[in-house]
């Protein structure tokens, strides 16, 4: 049973064990082979300085050259299965649009659940964007300006990184927990990010049976991401949850998420809404009726919704 709800959730989040499927898959999931329209990319760039595939990142400039651009750091969805997704990160949907918006992105892998337990997920992204304002003039990012972005469980790590965004390590409960990790040779850099892009992402982890979804067997993804189970250790899955870090000093946070998501419940992204409204955060809501895990939801709408909202930002408006 735990083996079949492993690969139902890999397949639902857009991967396989053989990252093979059919074009048009569930959630974000784009064919490796689609063509981009840059000035410039780099593959497999290491952003820890060690030999991991797990710590790889892809990088693409937007076809309009110039002499830097804003950034934006989009990951990949697979419930934390994968360490090896980037070349699936949304490419001809998210990616897209980022690219033709005038932004440059990097689209990293980071270690899975079978790999590290939490918080080596959230050490991975903020090692990258330290990695993005440590080698600014190499890549031409414009350092000032960093966003995360991601869906499903890329949409979580997207989103823990802004609301974490200046706090290195804190207490949860009974839980230390560090929040910044040392990866890399850019320890000194910044891993503040200046906005964020939430799809379909599980942010409160306490409260994923807030509505319709599928059974995933015995132990959930984020029961193995912590190797632990909710009712035994709540503090350790409210340390998971991006909610429970919002304050007013976050970045601001865009979301969408489908009514008919049956992998993450839409709760998860109008619970997220809530909190940041309250907290005094900026923030917009896109809830598509029609929307599924990642299905029905990547139309020109909504794209352009998410790069308007990172122009505004970058603009102070």
């Known amino acids: 049973m735990k083996k079949i709800a492993l690969e139902m959730m890999l397949l639902l989040a857009g991967v396989t064990a053989k ?4 074009a048009g898959g569930f959630g974000g999931f784009q064919m490796p082979q689609v063509k981009l329209e840059t000035s410039q990319e780099w ?4 952003y820890a300085g060690d030999n991991k595939t797990y710590h790889t990142c892809d990088i693409y400039l937007p076809r309009k050259k110039q002499k830097n651009y804003p950034v934006v750091i989009h990951i990949y969805g697979s ?8 070349g699936m990160a949304d490419l001809g949907t998210i990616v897209k649009s980022l690219l033709d918006a005038g932004y440059a992105v990097v689209c990293p892998n980071h270690r899975s659940s079978s790999d590290a337990s939490w918080p080596a997920q959230i050490h991975d992204i903020k090692a990258v964007v330290r990695f993005v304002r440590g080698e600014a003039k190499k890549y031409h990012f414009d ?12 949409a979580h790590l997207a989103s823990i990184t802004a609301t974490t965004s200046g706090t290195k390590a804190t207490k949860v409960g009974s839980v230390d927990i560090d929040l910044e990790g040392n990866l890399g040779q850019y320890t000194q850099e910044s891993s503040q990010v200046n906005a964020a892009c939430d799809w379909s992402g599980p942010i409160n ?3 994923m049976d807030c509505g319709h979804h599928i059974t995933m067997g015995k132990d959930s993804p984020e029961d193995i991401m912590l190797r ?6 709540p503090d350790k899955y409210k340390s998971l949850s991006a909610t429970t870090y919002v304050d007013k000093n976050d970045p601001p946070i865009i979301i969408f998420h ?4 049956n992998v993450v419940p839409c709760r998860q992204g109008k619970e997220f809404y809530e909190v940041l409204k309250a907290a005094g955060v900026k923030t917009e809501a896109t ?4 929307g599924e895990h990642g299905m029905n939801m990547y139309d020109e709408e909504n794209l352009k919704k998410m790069t308007d909202f990172l122009n505004r930002v970058r603009k102070g408006k």
Do not use: Y
């Open 143 to 154: 350092p000032s300006f960093v966003a995360t972005s991601g869906f499903s469980s890329g």
């Open 258 to 261: 489908g009514e008919k998501d």
């Open 205 to 207: 982890l306490m409260n």
């Open 79 to 86: 419930a934390w299965f994968s360490n090896n997704s980037k």
């Open 228 to 233: 632990s189970k909710l009712d035994k250790e």
């Open 19 to 22: 990252a093979q499927m059919p």
């Open 43 to 46: 593959k497999d760039v290491n």
């Open 287 to 290: 809830f598509v009726p029609k």
